[in-house]
């Protein structure tokens, strides 16, 4: 679905990622981990347009799309529910589902609409409420809804655990695991090491910028070097 080769990405001057060769097939979760400032981020912003791509190539169901504008990208079916979730404070709950779904016809935002409200009812609850009054957990909810709504065939996820209750983590994982599914291919960044392991058909470590692990989710959770050495974290529970 997604394959970066020689991919370097960042800001004028700045090099956050280098040399990195990533493949994101389709109904897998691949994993995006590393400690703070590894350029996980970065990655994300840069396959979705946001962050300048300095060399090599992003790849997109085989079609080159290194030099795509950002609605273009959606357009082919990238989608990013970002770190912080960056949802519309002062819109409604539908507001904030309707924008996201711009780039669809009416009609098919409808019914992905409804896709997504399935997937988390909560939203339906929350319909007509402004969404900076939603807890922490349904403002994630409503970004991954919001994303969604572009019907794309790629979902990255930057943080997806962040400030949330262990409850709330475990329903939006569940969401993952669904999508994944579906045949969506899901690329996360995740620093729920613990959770983030569980959950990966295949894991990629990042230290500053540069690939140093990959590996199939089964061969990561039975491999502690990959958290002691490489994260350099404990694992969260």
Do not use: W
Request: hydrophobic share 45%; glycine share 10%.
């Amino acid at each position: 679905m997604l394959e970066l080769k020689d991919f370097a990405c960042g800001y004028g001057l700045a090099q956050a990622v280098e040399e990195l060769d990533l493949a994101v097939p389709a109904g897998r979760i691949t994993a995006l981990l590393g400690p703070n400032g590894a350029g996980k981020t970065s990655t994300l912003m840069a396959i979705a347009g946001h962050v300048e791509v300095q060399g090599g190539q992003v790849l997109f169901e085989g079609k080159d799309i290194t030099r795509l504008a950002p609605a273009a990208r959606t357009r082919r079916g990238i989608a990013i529910a970002p770190e912080g979730r960056r949802i519309f404070p002062d819109l409604t709950v539908a507001e904030n589902l309707l924008v996201g779904g711009y780039t669809q016809p009416a009609s098919a935002a409808r019914e992905t609409e409804a896709r997504v409200i399935a997937l988390f009812p909560r939203l339906a609850e929350r319909y007509r409420q402004r969404a900076g009054s939603l807890s922490g957990g349904e403002q994630q909810m409503l970004a991954i809804g919001r994303a969604l709504m572009a019907s794309p065939k790629l979902l990255l996820v930057d943080e997806l655990s962040l400030g949330l209750m262990p409850a709330m983590v475990e329903l939006c994982f569940q969401a993952l695991v669904e999508l994944k599914a579906q045949g969506l291919a899901v690329l996360l960044v995740e620093q729920n090491t613990h959770r983030a392991l569980a959950a990966a058909d295949r894991v990629v470590v990042l230290v500053s910028g540069r690939k140093v692990y990959e590996a199939e989710g089964e061969q990561a959770r039975r491999d502690p070097e990959m958290v002691d050495s490489f994260l350099g974290l404990k694992e969260m529970v």
